[in-house]
């Protein structure tokens, strides 16, 4: 339970950085406007962002200027989850509005993109440079035949092709499909089969870590495989020559055109993004442009506080949706940085000296680089001048406490720390940055705007101060518009409608505390249930992870045929470290102390690595089924998992517990 009294913030924003928040004038604005809260602050205006959801949207709309080539008919015909109808009967187009800033000749020259490798040397591309390229490349896509609602794939890094790539399909109103060229062929042939592009945008290879990772094979094979392809397009990353048959990047962008934007329905399909896919075929979630454009527009002008003068950088690949987060720092107008290379290259504080290179204002990145970096002792603020970065941003998985105390610490006093916490499945956060909010250790900092964020219990009555499962009860216009081949819905039904129908049910366990702040506890399908207590697996990895001996942990709770409960805890060591009695007493010891004696796992084993998703989650449930006997086959995807040859330790130890 939360104490009746608040307790102190690490950190408060001081009455300037308030006044001067972004979200500051789009309150006074609002309340002028459209009756929102003068005063009360940013609960004030959540309460109403929730109340008033139409009017919210609308305010939205007009604050962010978004352009409707055809105008709206009603901001919301229909609330139902799922099939949300939002701004019926308008048309725009998401690729216009993010190549907005072109249009101002005293910005044209400025950069729109800036592209980091592991030199770290930061190359620009302004925005002059950008739209033309768009311009080009979407007069290509349409000679090709590309037509709206054509699915358009990129197999690429994080690289500026990508971007282009990416707003010549949204201006041509075609779909964009992308994956990261890390991925083996067998996890992209899961995700742009379900999708049948036409079109596929290729690398020649890639590097990481100091190496050239060499994908022409790799390449070769998709295109055997993917007989929708009409056009391959070859990047040559590496320098090498387009194969026979594949279409030169340099030539499909070389013309001065300027680019043309379909004005498509709001509803129109602007991406699709995968599910990690770890029990059977990803999800291939399906985001609108309108949906998607008003979501980030309010995500990251008030939320995130960008505009014109920032530089926003979030380490991520193509394969996960922050990628197509940070892209969409476009529309705020801001400088975005696309780093291309190993997050630890050439040692554990890259990623801080890239921040500094590119004076990036947000940094974003995960909360495991951030423990990585602790345990690592990199000193951000000593090594490297960060004056220009506003706010560190962590996603991925809940950042510890630790990790908070850390922050503070080694970057700087007066750092406004944003752990979020969303999904791809709305491409976004229900939870997180706040301009104008304190921050309190181990919290997001609130529920977003227009997100009504609950936590239930199983019977569906609302919690505070306590554990329940997260749950939005009103729809958001970044909510999937459909997945796609489930042409009666019964998929997307069955993701997040099942156990509460019409209110949106997303799987993690949280808390919601008295003072509006929220508290992550991991995810509620894979959530320990010992004795009649829900306990996250986040609070146990925070624990464990802070012994330097223990370099990653996963733990899990079986209900057992006689109605016991086993709950292992794997253990990846630190390099000369041995899991003998001293040290498994000292793991038992902290869980007990930290947390609690139900915590205690009833076994620590030692294993050579933690598997991990493609996007770097622990797996927890595929685990979980291994250990209760489920074949491998059936228990995983194996083109979701990054290192498939953890898995069959799990599958033996499940095989081994069944026959007692």
């Known amino acids: 339970m939360t104490s009746a009294s608040t307790p102190q913030p690490l950190w408060s924003p001081g009455p300037e950085r308030i006044a001067a928040a972004r979200i500051t004038a789009f309150q006074a604005w609002a309340a002028e406007r459209f009756g929102a809260p003068a005063a009360g602050g940013y609960p004030a205006l959540h309460r109403w962002s929730v109340d008033e959801l139409d009017t919210f949207w609308q305010a939205v709309a007009e604050w962010f200027d978004v352009r409707f080539t055809t105008p709206y008919e009603s901001v919301l015909a229909d609330r139902a989850m799922p099939g949300a109808r939002w701004f019926t009967g308008a048309t725009l187009n998401y690729a216009e509005h993010a190549l907005r800033a072109a249009e101002d000749p005293a910005r044209a020259d400025e950069a729109a993109l800036l592209h980091v490798d592991e030199t770290h040397e930061a190359v620009p591309v302004t925005w002059a440079e950008l739209r033309r390229q768009v311009g080009a490349l979407s007069a290509e896509l349409r000679a090709l035949g590309v037509r709206p ?46 999708v049948e592009p ?176 602790r345990k690592a002792e990199v000193h951000p603020g000593r090594d490297f ?95 999937p518009i459909h997945f796609w081949n489930d042409p009666d819905g019964s998929r997307y039904r069955d993701s997040y409608f099942e156990m509460f129908p019409g209110a949106w ?43 330097p001996e223990i370099k990653e942990s996963l733990v899990i709770g079986l209900e057992e045929p006689n109605g016991g409960y086993w709950m292992p805890l794997f253990v990846h060591l630190a390099p000369g ?18 947390l609690s004696p139900r915590h205690v796992p009833d076994e620590i084993i030692e294993v050579p690595a933690i598997p991990h998703t493609l996007t770097g989650k622990r797996i927890e449930v595929p685990v979980k089924r291994l250990l209760q006997g489920t074949p491998l086959a059936k228990a995983v995807n194996a083109g979701s998992v990054d290192n498939i040859d953890l898995l069959p330790f799990y599958e033996q130890l499940g095989r081994t517990r069944a026959q007692g």
């Open 385 to 479: 001048d960060l004056s220009s970065v506003k706010c560190v941003a962590t996603t991925g998985s809940p950042l510890p406490p630790d990790g908070f105390r850390w922050l503070h610490d080694e970057v700087a006093e007066d750092l406004w720390i944003a752990s979020v916490s969303g999904g791809t499945d709305v491409c976004s956060c229900f939870a997180g940055a706040v301009p104008t909010l304190p921050v309190h250790i181990g919290e997001l900092q609130a529920a977003c705007l227009g997100t009504d964020l609950q936590a239930w219990d199983p019977s569906g009555k609302p919690l505070v101060g306590e554990v329940g499962e997260l749950v939005v009860t009103n729809p958001m216009p970044s909510m």
């Open 149 to 194: 609602g054509d699915r358009v794939s990129g197999y690429l890094p994080n690289i500026p092709e990508a971007v282009t790539a990416l707003l010549a399909t949204a201006a041509v109103g075609a779909v964009w499909t992308s994956c990261a060229p890390d991925f083996g062929a067998r996890s992209v042939l899961d995700r742009f089969r379900q």
């Open 577 to 594: 470290a041995t899991l003998d009695d001293e040290l498994r007493t000292r793991v038992k010891t902290t869980i007990r102390e930290q």
């Open 198 to 373: 036409v079109v596929l945008f290729t690398v020649d290879g890639y590097r990481y870590g100091g190496k050239e990772h060499d994908r022409r094979d790799t390449v070769a094979e998709l295109r055997a495989e993917l007989p929708s392809l009409r056009a391959v397009v070859h990047i040559p990353l590496l320098g090498t020559d387009a194969p026979e048959g594949a279409l030169a990047w340099s030539e499909l962008t070389a013309a001065a055109t300027e680019p043309v934007f379909e004005a498509v329905p709001f509803d129109h399909p602007l991406w699709v993004l995968y599910s990690s896919g770890t029990t059977g075929l990803p999800k291939a979630i399906v985001q609108s442009q309108g949906g998607i454009l008003l979501e980030h527009l309010k995500q990251l002008g008030l939320h995130c506080d960008l505009g014109p003068e920032d530089r926003f950088f979030w380490y991520t690949s193509t394969g996960w949706m922050m990628w197509n987060f940070l892209v969409s720092g476009l529309l705020t107008g801001t400088t975005v940085v696309l780093y291309d290379g190993s997050p630890g290259y050439p040692d554990t504080g890259a990623q801080w000296r890239i921040a500094e290179r590119t004076k990036a204002t947000l940094y974003g990145t995960s909360a495991a680089y951030v423990m990585a970096c």
């Open 505 to 547: 049910r997303h799987g993690d366990w949280i808390t919601l505390t008295d003072h509006g702040s929220v508290v992550i506890h991991g995810r509620s399908d894979s959530t320990l249930n010992r004795q009649g207590v829900r306990m996250g697996s986040a609070d146990i990895y925070e624990a464990v992870e802070r012994l």
